[in-house]
């Protein structure tokens, strides 16, 4: 894995919204085929990372790369057809469309039919296009085990599954690298084992590479290859779990445990 | 469903799955209401024929109209201006020695890309802002309209040519109806289509969260833009159905008043469904009739003589338009479309629904 080019690397990336720092000079590389969490405070960071990467905020300073190519100044439209997916921390489902529906607009930048051969839907080859792609939207249903609601209008479904919804729309673009904000805020415990082991799977098997914002430390140490630690904006911490728990930083800033490193600035773990 | 069935059969059930009807009931009532139309001419006379016209051309331009409104979640408060210029662009090609089923679809084309030039800014605003846009647009058309002879006639309006095809004149009520009746088949059909392929999903998106929409490789300015190309293509359609069928376009009929009546029309029939935009141009054509006859069915008596329901019809048919609006508002928010959907639902399961 060592050697491998990074499929996300973040360069001194600094927000600043008016008088708040959201982030300060943070700079982190994702590599090809693990789970990289992002963990930290409430307000520190965290989505505004998240939304640099996918294009909704530009970072005041710093660059983002993907895959090698320099991403900073993309829009966010685009952002799909290059191989990042996204999911929202507060749902963001398209609420009166069918969950089939919902999923199939995850296809968008994989689907070639325009609005006038939409409209001849028999004649020019939308309909071939359309079952096709509705095969391999059955076949991300299967898999998120949502069968049962896929003709359910979206908003009219329970927290957990409009979040599992929101996830099989993001595997629908066929992402390379697939944001995850907090995936299991506020489900149960079964909810939350079932969302893991699918984030597992969708990584093992389906080759996604995972970034993934997560409250929950029990599975962030579970399943994460490297996690790092945002605290007011800034990097504190970042290394394999085992190395991430062990930091003093982390345990005074994200644990609430008393400092006992003193006021030790070096990084003890790192990328 | 599972991995035991065998993979032929996905295609089958999908295509099953994936029609343009909500259910095949819904396609079999359909069918048997278009084949029953086809019998119209042979039991209605002209004045009914013409009011199926009307609520036809109107249908269409509604539809539009839902697209833009209902399904993209934007606003126009000048659609009539488009469907009068639909109205002239046909007159005009057909001055052009256009032939007019030819010229009704290129009227379309011409009203989009003007469509689409008034629809530019909606790239940029939204609510309040692109209503006045909108209002702009439509005020500004009734002022081309009005000053460019060469396209409009001016003041004195223009005359055009009726409906032929191979030869024949289809002129009068009882075959100009099945012109409409045509267009509207393949117009409600090319909306149905829309709104289950790409294009129409991602209009959709962008309606209901457009940053998500975005995240999902949507181009929020390109489609917010394209919605306006579309409903102006119908709108222009509707307009040139209009005038080949009074075979006389004059600027006063496509006021604001026109644009908000449309709007009524979506919102009486349902907001985001195309068979909505049908229902609620029936009721806004029909809607005066009935206060006529009701006006009818008085006259002679004490209210008529008290009010002079005679004198005051033509108020009476603009407050009963004001009244079906803010009572739909009201009571059936969601439209005719919604109520039927929960008559149908109540008939399924007749005997226990209560
Ligand atoms: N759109 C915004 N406008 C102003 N401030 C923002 C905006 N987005 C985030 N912030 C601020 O940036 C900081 C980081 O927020 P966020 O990234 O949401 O934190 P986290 O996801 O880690 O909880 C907070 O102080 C928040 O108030
Ligand atoms: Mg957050």
Redesign the interface.
Known sequence: MKAEAPILAAEGVSLRFGGVRALADVSFEVRPGEIFSIIGPNGAGKTSMVNCISGRYRPTEGRILFDGQDITRTATSRRAALGIGRTFQNLALFGHMTVLDNIMVGRHHLLRTGFVRGMVYWLGGAQREELAHRREVEEIIDFLEIQHVRKAVAGTLSYGLRKRVELARAMALKPKLILLDEPMAGMNLEEKEDMARFIVDLNEELGMTVLMIEHDMGVVMDISHRVMVLDFGRRIAAGSPEEVMADAHVKRAYLGEPDEAAHDDAEHATA | ?TSMTPAGD??SS??A??T?FPTRSSMMATIAGVALLCAAPLVFGRYELGLLITIGFSAIAALGLNILVGFTGQISIGHAAFFGFGAFASALLVEYHVPVPLAIWGAGLMTAVVGLVFGAPAARLKGLYLAIATLAAQFILEDFFARARWFSGGVAGRVTEPYELFGLRLDREETYFYVVLAHVVVMFL??G??M???????L??V???Y??????????AYYRT?SFG?ASFFAGVAGALYAHYLLFVSVEAFNILYSIQFLAMIIIGGL?SVMGSMMGAAFMVLLPEVVQAGADLLAGSAIDRTLRLGASISFLREMAIGAAIILFLIFEPDGLAHRWKMIKAYWKLYPFSH
């Not at chain 2, 289950?196 to 991602?202: L, V």
């Not at chain 2, 940053?211 to 929020?220: F, P």
């Open positions: 469903m996905f295609r999908y295509r799955d994936t343009i090319a909306a289509n829309l289950r392929t790409r294009d129409g999903r991602a959709i998106a309606r209901d969260h940053l998500s929409a975005e995240m999902m490789g949507v181009n929020l394209l579309i985001g």
